[in-house]
Every structure is written in structure tokens, then in C-alpha cells.
């Protein structure tokens, strides 16, 4: 049998040594496996359900892990934007929270903008203890008494300051973001946001904005704001 095989290779001009012939004989044995496996052998048949009686009662376990009913679907749920005026009972979908998009544009730069004010002045209320000069007065005049100085504090506040017209409604997130910036720079002791409006006699008044109603139904002078020593920073944003 394997000289015929041989042969036939010379006669179609393949001149192979041993090793090439038995690669080529093993690999057709293989080949020769894989069309002959049971598996392609067995002909297709169509798979058969048992019937089942109705009135027959399945044990426990079998009913459990028995499989759902085709004729159901699964149910698809609505979702929408969620808003301040949306009504969990009136609404039918499920409502899901969307970031807005940011209205104060350049933030880096207002931020850059801002450093020269980021330095610390001697604070008029808050003192700490001068170590170095206790421990001296100690020594040289046996006294046993505290020396203090003046802590170091931020320059400058912030009073916000916001025109309460119609038209203004629309800077609403503006405004936000832009004491949300002011508060988080770190260059001010404290940033306050102030009501700017006219009364009917055109007379300007001020009144605190974010607070409770009491503070917010009294009315100041725009006067008041100011401060003598020259450390509130007034800012209105037009």
C-alpha cells in the first residue's frame, strides 16, 4: 500500500523524503476521523416534546424551574429628563436626573483673575500666642504672661450683588455658578449675595438673598454694605 503511495507522488513529480510522506498520510487519517464522527453520522430529527396533562400536578421543584409562558413580553420603561415641576403621580415614565450644561463660561480665567486678591492682612478680632515673644519676656522680665499678635486673615469679602428685574431670570444658573466659583477660590472670608431692587419712588434698596423670610422681607440701604475699613469687595454682574 505505501509503495503505490510512493509511487504515485514520483509519477506526479512530488520527490519527497520519509518524514513529508508520513505528515501527509497522518494528516489524511485525521481528515478521514473528523468526516466518519458519530456526531455528523446521526440524522437530524426534529426534537419531540412530551405532552403533558393539564390536570396533572408537577412536583414542587419541577414547578419552580418550569419556563415562563412565550406569550408574555418584557415591559419597557419610559424615562424622561426630571425637572422641578414634574409630578411623581401625574408622570408615567421613571425620571432620571441630567447634568445642565455649564453657563459660566471661563472659569480658569476668572479664577486667574482673581489670585492678586488671594493674600492674608493682619486680622482686628482674632489673635494667636507669639511663642518667641512670650519666652523672651519670660526670661528677661520674669513675667509669666502671654504675648500675642494678630492672626493672619483674608483680605477682602464679597458682596454679591444681584438686580432682582424680569429680564435677570435667565442669568438664574449664571449667578449660581459664579458664587459657587467665588466660595470655593479661597481668596475671601465669606461671600454674601445681596437683592438689588427700586420701589415705587425709584428708591434703591438692598435685601439679603438665600436666607430666611423674616431676613428677607427687611430692607437695607445700599449704604450699609460699606465698610470702613476698606475690605468688602462689591461685585454686580451685569
Same mark, same amino acid.
Given at each position: ?5 510512493i ?13 513529508? @510522506?508520513?505528515? $501527509? ?9 473528523? *468526516?466518519? %464522527? ?8 426534529? /426534537? ?9 400536578? &408537577?412536583p414542587?421543584? =419541577?414547578?419552580?424551574? %418550569? ?7 418584557e ?9 422641578? !415641576? ?6 408615567? +415614565? ?15 480665567? $476668572?479664577?486667574?483673575?482673581? #489670585?492678586?486678591?488671594?493674600? =492674608?492682612?493682619? %486680622?482686628?478680632?482674632?489673635? $494667636?500666642?507669639?511663642? @518667641? ?5 519670660? /526670661?528677661?522680665?520674669? &513675667?509669666?504672661?502671654?504675648?500675642m499678635?494678630?492672626?493672619r ?8 450683588? $444681584?438686580?432682582e428685574g ?9 449667578i #449660581?455658578e459664579? !458664587? ?6 479661597? /481668596? ?10 427700586? *420701589?415705587?419712588? %425709584?428708591?434703591?434698596?438692598? =435685601? ?8 428677607? #422681607?427687611r ?10 475699613? +476698606? =475690605?468688602? &469687595?462689591? @461685585?454686580?454682574?451685569?
Open positions: 500500500m505505501i509503495e503505490r503511495v509511487g504515485a507522488f514520483n509519477h506526479w513529480g512530488f520527490n519527497l523524503d520519509d518524514t513529508e @510522506i508520513a505528515d $501527509i498520510l497522518w494528516l489524511a487519517v485525521q481528515m478521514r476521523r473528523c *468526516d466518519l %464522527s458519530p456526531m455528523s453520522e446521526l440524522p437530524e430529527t426534529p /426534537a419531540v416534546t412530551p405532552e403533558i396533562d393539564p390536570n396533572t400536578k &408537577l414542587r421543584d =419541577r414547578q419552580n424551574n %418550569s419556563p415562563k409562558s412565550s406569550t408574555k413580553t415591559t419597557s420603561a419610559n424615562v424622561y429628563p426630571q425637572s422641578s !415641576k414634574d409630578n411623581n403621580e401625574t408622570s408615567s +415614565g421613571l425620571p432620571i436626573k441630567v447634568p445642565t450644561a455649564q453657563a459660566l463660561r471661563k472659569k480658569l480665567e $476668572i479664577s486667574r483673575s482673581l #489670585k492678586p486678591l488671594k493674600r =492674608r492682612v493682619p %486680622s482686628r478680632n482674632e489673635f $494667636i500666642l507669639d511663642e @518667641i515673644a512670650t519666652a523672651e519676656r519670660i /526670661a528677661e522680665e520674669k &513675667l509669666l504672661l502671654p504675648v499678635c494678630p492672626a486673615d483674608r483680605w477682602l469679602e464679597v458682596a454679591l450683588v $444681584i438686580d424680569t429680564s435677570m431670570f435667565l442669568w438664574q444658573q449664571t #449660581k459664579l !458664587k459657587q466659583l467665588l466660595e470655593r477660590h479661597g /481668596a475671601f472670608r465669606d461671600v454674601r449675595t445681596w437683592g438689588l431692587f427700586t *420701589d415705587k419712588d %425709584s428708591k434703591v434698596w438692598l =435685601r439679603p438673598r438665600n436666607c430666611n423670610l423674616s431676613q428677607q #422681607k430692607l437695607h440701604n445700599p449704604r450699609e454694605l460699606i465698610d470702613p475699613n +476698606g =475690605r468688602r &469687595l462689591f @461685585i454686580e454682574p451685569i
